[in-house]
């Protein structure tokens, strides 16, 4: 077995891949409390951010299968979308993450989680433009018209937001959540090289949770719930 397969399919990154599927659906579960959606049908899911942690840690083609098990669960349990619901999450999902992951696998340093956290956000948002106007108007069934009219007003801005929020969150929670698996030995620890500095740490920090509040402030106001 050749050292990337070993990296791959190792019994611990399977063990990683397990608990970040579990903990998405999770969160995924959690997310559907939240009493926001736009147009109707359009609703924030925080999975995302876990499974962009996956792909941090372990690499896209982790996160990938990630998205599909968890996408795939949700079909089966709580979705009345189908197979329509099942293909736009995934692809939704895969491109926030894999940009992320992608990026980062290429120079393991925390500013290219960052480049990678905002390529995700506008990779996101163009494949879902392209994707909503092929895919909605059969599963609104509507004329696609309809949902031309629908891009830049209501997609654009809420692809922009919901990956915005997750990106945030994804910065913010990267380091607490490498941290405690480095404890439980679960991945290796880092070399000081790659460490990011404490002052840099702290200020990516607090500029997450404020672009997080903001974007969540601006979310309230757009969908008229405050």
């Not at 924030?44 to 951010?49: E, M, Q, R």
Request: proline content about 5%; hydrophobic content about 55%; aromatic content about 8%.
């Amino acid at each position: 077995m050749t050292a990337a397969k070993k990296s791959t399919f190792s019994t611990k990154t399977i063990v990683l891949v397990g608990m970040f599927c579990a903990i998405a659906y999770v969160v995924m579960l959690l997310s559907k409390l939240i009493p926001i959606n736009v147009a109707g049908f359009l609703t924030f899911d925080l999975k995302d951010v876990i499974i962009a942690i996956c792909g941090l840690i372990t690499g896209p083609i982790q996160a990938l299968i990630v998205s599909v098990i968890v996408s795939f669960i949700e079909m089966l349990t709580i979705s009345s979308t189908g197979p329509i619901g099942l293909l736009m999450n995934v692809l939704s999902t895969c491109a926030f993450v894999i940009p992320i992951s992608l990026i980062y696998h290429k120079r393991r340093v925390f500013s290219s989680a960052i480049i990678g956290a905002v390529a995700g956000v506008l990779c996101m948002t163009v494949v879902m433009l392209l994707w909503n106007w092929l895919i909605t108007p059969l599963y609104m069934g509507v004329p696609r018209e309809v949902v031309i009219s629908m891009l830049l007003p209501t997609f654009l801005p809420f692809n922009l937001l919901k990956g915005g929020i997750n990106a945030a969150l994804t910065v913010l929670l990267y380091k607490p959540v490498i941290t405690a698996l480095r404890r439980t030995k679960l991945i290796a620890p880092s070399s000081s090289s790659h460490a990011p500095k404490k002052g840099l740490t702290v200020g990516v920090t607090l500029i997450s949770i404020f672009v997080v509040a903001s974007l969540i402030l601006v979310v309230l106001v757009w969908t008229g719930n405050i």
